[in-house]
C-alpha cells in the first residue's frame, strides 16, 4: 500500500520533471510505446524489405568530375591511375635524405620504422619460418605501384599528400635503386614503373578459408 | 595586467586542494548513503567513481579493450578498441561526404544526413584487428587484454551498402570496390563487391549514438566478420572495379606468409576464437565454486559450441552459452568449476557453426610457420591457476 502510493508519486514528479526520473518513465513511455510496436508488421516486413524498396531513394547528388578528381588518388597494378610525371634514382635520393631517412635509415635499412630495402639471397621467402627475415619493397611487395600509391598517400607523416608528382616519382625511383630492381640511371613513370619485375610477385595466392565448408573438424588453416 | 607570484602559487594550491577533494568525494562514499541526500540529475551520465576501466594504449596506434572488467557481450563504446594509421582524424560532420564512383552509371556524393535518410539497419557484431594476438612471447603475467584486446563488439547502425549500391547503379561486372578512410594515412583496402551484397553497412551509429572518433565518425565500412583494417572508418570514398587495387595495407601488411613459401592475400575471414576472461591474470583465487567465464566469436557465423577445459586440454566439457547466440557477435561462456586447490590449467576451445574449431599453437605453427607477421593467429590459451591461488597465462613461446 505504502509502496503504491510512492510509485504514483514518484509516476507524477516523473511527468512534473520532464523524465527527470528514470524509473518514471516507463509508466508513460510503456503505453506510448506498445501499440504502434503491435502495428509494425505492415510498415516493416521482416522478410522482403525489397519488395517495397524502390530502385532508387533519389538520395544524395551527382558527383561532379572535378570532385572525383581530387579524391580519385589511387594507383592500380596495372598502372591505372598513375599521373604524368618521372623521375630517376638520382632525383629522388636528395628527396629520400631530407625527408626520409630519418625514419627508414640512411639507406632504408637501418629504421627505426619500417625496412624498405633489401633483398635475400635466391630471392627466398622465408617469412613463415625466419621471423628476422626483413619484409621490404625488393623482398616482399608483389607490385611497384603500390609504392607510388602509398607514398603519395600517406608518406611522410608529419606532412602526408605533400610530396608533388615528380618527387614521388623520384623517390620511388630511389627505392627500387636501393632494392636492386632497377639501375641506377633508370627512369620511372606511369609506363616503366608498372612493368617492374618484383621477385615476390608470384607467391600470392588467394586465401581459400571459409570456402569451400571445410570439414567438419578441420583445423589446420 | 599583474599577477603576483604569490597569488599564482595560491592559485596553483587551490587548484591543487579542489583536486584532492574531488578525489577524496570520488573515492569515499558514506558509510550510509541512505542517510545522505545523493547528487542531482545532471547532463551527461559518469561511470561510479569506483570503477575505472581503462583501455591499455600500445604505442600510439592502438589500444585495447579491457576484457577482464567486463560482463555481456557489448562494449561501451569508450572501451571499444583501436587501431588506426595515421591518427584519429577529426571530421566535422556537416562538411563530411561518401563519393560513390568507378564502374556505376551515376557517380554520387552523400552527406551525412543524405546516408541517415536511407533505410537503417541495426546489427550487434564484434570487430577484431587481425593482429590480435600478445601471447608469443615468455611473459606470463598478461591480462586478457593484453592477450586478446584488439576485439570489441558493438551494436552498429547504418545503411546497407546494397542499398548504395543500387542507388549509384553498380556496374553488374563491378567485382571490387576500393574503400578510402579520410585519416592521414588515407587507408585504403579492396573489397569483393559480394559483401555489399552479404551484409555489409555504411555504419555511423554505435551503441545507440554516433559512431566514436576511433571507431571511425562519422561513418565506416562495415564487414561483418572480417579483419578489422578492411572495415574502413573514415570513410570518404568508394571506387568500384574489376580489379582489386593492391593497396599497402592488403600486400605489404595484412597479408600470410605460410610454411609453404606462399603468402595468403586478401584473408578477410575472422576465424573462431575463444577467451576466458575470468579467471586471468591478475586475479587471485579462493578454493570453492568459480564460474570460469569468457567470449567466443568467429567471422564465419554463429559459434555453436565453447568447450573448457580445467586439466590443460586432457578433457573438456561444453560450457553453457548466454542466448541468444548472435551471429559475427560476441558470444558469453561460462562454466561452473569446484577448484579444490592444486595445480590447474584452464582453457577454452571454440567450435562455429561451419564446425571450424579453433586450433592449438602447433596446429598454427604446423600451417604457418612463426613468422614474425602475427595475422589471424587464434590459437587455443590457458590460464595456469598456481597452488597459492594466483593465476597466470600459460605462456608458450613461438
Given amino acids: 500500500m505504502k509502496s503504491a502510493l510512492r510509485l504514483v508519486a514518484i509516476g507524477v514528479l516523473g511527468l512534473i520533471c520532464a523524465g527527470g526520473d528514470r524509473n518514471a518513465v516507463p509508466l508513460a513511455a510503456q503505453a506510448r510505446t506498445t501499440a504502434p510496436a503491435k502495428a509494425q508488421p505492415a510498415k516493416a516486413p521482416a522478410k522482403a524489405p525489397s519488395a517495397k524498396e524502390p530502385a532508387r531513394f533519389g538520395i544524395g547528388r551527382p558527383a561532379t568530375p572535378a570532385e572525383i578528381t581530387a579524391w580519385d588518388i589511387d594507383v592500380g597494378p596495372d598502372g591505372v591511375g598513375l599521373p604524368p610525371g618521372r623521375g630517376t634514382p638520382a632525383d629522388g635520393a636528395p628527396i629520400y635524405a631530407s625527408r626520409c631517412a630519418g625514419c627508414h635509415g640512411k639507406t632504408g635499412k637501418e629504421g627505426p620504422n619500417d625496412v624498405l630495402a633489401g633483398r635475400l639471397p635466391g630471392d627466398a621467402f622465408p617469412f613463415a619460418r625466419d621471423p628476422r627475415a626483413p619484409k621490404t619493397i625488393g623482398s616482399y611487395w608483389p607490385y611497384a605501384t603500390t609504392a607510388f600509391d602509398y607514398i603519395r598517400r600517406a608518406m611522410p607523416p608529419d606532412a602526408p599528400g605533400s610530396l608533388k608528382d615528380n618527387e614521388v616519382y623520384g623517390l620511388v625511383a630511389y627505392l627500387l635503386f636501393l632494392n636492386e630492381l632497377i639501375p641506377a640511371d633508370a627512369s620511372i613513370d606511369a609506363t616503366s614503373l608498372p612493368k617492374v619485375k618484383m621477385p615476390a610477385h608470384d607467391r600470392f595466392v588467394p586465401d581459400t578459408r571459409g570456402a569451400p565448408k571445410p570439414a567438419p573438424g578441420a583445423k589446420s588453416r | ?398
Fill in chain 2, 1 to 398: 595586467m599583474k599577477v603576483s607570484r604569490r597569488a599564482l602559487l595560491a592559485g596553483a594550491a587551490g587548484v591543487v586542494a579542489l583536486g584532492k577533494t574531488a578525489a577524496m568525494q570520488a573515492s569515499q562514499a558514506p558509510s550510509d548513503p541512505s542517510k545522505v541526500r545523493g547528487k542531482p540529475s545532471r547532463a551527461l551520465g559518469q561511470r561510479a567513481p569506483f570503477e575505472k576501466p581503462q583501455r591499455q594504449p600500445r604505442g600510439v596506434a592502438s589500444s585495447g579493450t579491457p576484457h577482464q572488467d567486463l560482463y555481456g557481450t557489448i562494449t561501451p563504446a569508450d572501451l571499444h578498441f583501436e587501431r588506426h594509421h595515421g591518427g584519429v582524424p577529426e571530421i566535422d560532420p556537416k562538411t563530411y561526404s561518401l563519393l560513390i564512383h568507378g564502374m556505376v552509371e551515376r557517380p554520387m556524393v552523400f552527406t551525412l544526413a543524405d546516408l541517415k535518410r536511407f533505410p537503417s539497419v541495426s546489427r550487434v557484431h564484434f570487430l577484431e584487428c587481425s593482429g590480435n594476438f600478445g601471447g608469443r612471447g615468455t611473459a606470463t603475467e598478461l591480462t586478457p587484454q593484453q592477450l586478446a584486446g584488439l576485439t570489441s563488439t558493438s551494436e552498429w547502425t547504418g545503411v546497407a551498402l546494397a542499398t548504395l549500391f543500387r542507388e549509384v547503379g553498380a556496374s553488374p561486372k563491378a567485382t571490387w570496390f576500393l574503400a578510402e578512410g579520410q585519416d592521414a594515412a588515407v587507408l585504403t583496402r579492396s573489397i569483393p563487391v559480394s559483401k555489399a551484397h552479404d551484409d555489409a553497412l555504411i555504419a555511423y551509429g554505435q551503441n545507440g549514438e554516433a559512431i566514436r572518433p576511433e571507431q571511425g565518425y562519422p561513418a565506416r565500412l562495415l564487414l561483418p566478420g572480417w579483419e578489422g583494417n578492411s572495415n574502413v572508418k573514415w570513410l570518404r570514398r568508394i571506387e568500384l572495379s574489376d580489379r582489386p587495387f593492391m593497396t599497402r595495407e592488403e600486400t605489404s601488411k595484412y597479408t600470410e606468409p605460410m610454411a609453404d613459401g606462399t603468402a595468403r592475400i586478401f584473408s578477410f575471414l575472422m576465424d573462431a576464437r575463444s577467451l576466458i576472461t575470468y579467471p586471468a591474470y591478475p586475479v587471485t583465487l579462493s578454493r570453492g565454486w568459480v564460474e570460469i567465464n569468457g567470449i567466443a566469436w568467429t567471422g564465419s557465423g554463429k559459434i555453436r559450441r565453447v568447450d573448457v577445459s580445467t586439466d590443460g586440454g586432457a578433457t573438456w566439457t561444453p560450457a553453457r552459452l548466454q542466448e541468444p547466440v548472435l551471429s559475427k557477435a560476441h558470444t558469453r561462456f561460462r562454466h561452473l568449476w569446484n577448484w579444490t586447490g592444486g595445480e590447474a590449467v584452464i582453457m577454452s576451445r571454440a567450435v562455429d557453426e561451419t564446425g571450424y574449431v579453433q586450433p592449438t599453437r602447433d596446429v598454427l605453427i604446423a600451417a604457418r610457420g612463426v613468422s614474425s607477421v602475427g595475422y589471424h593467429v587464434n590459437p587455443i590459451t590457458g590460464w595456469l591457476i598456481r597452488p597459492d591461488g594466483t593465476v597466470v597465462y600459460r605462456a608458450e613461446p613461438w
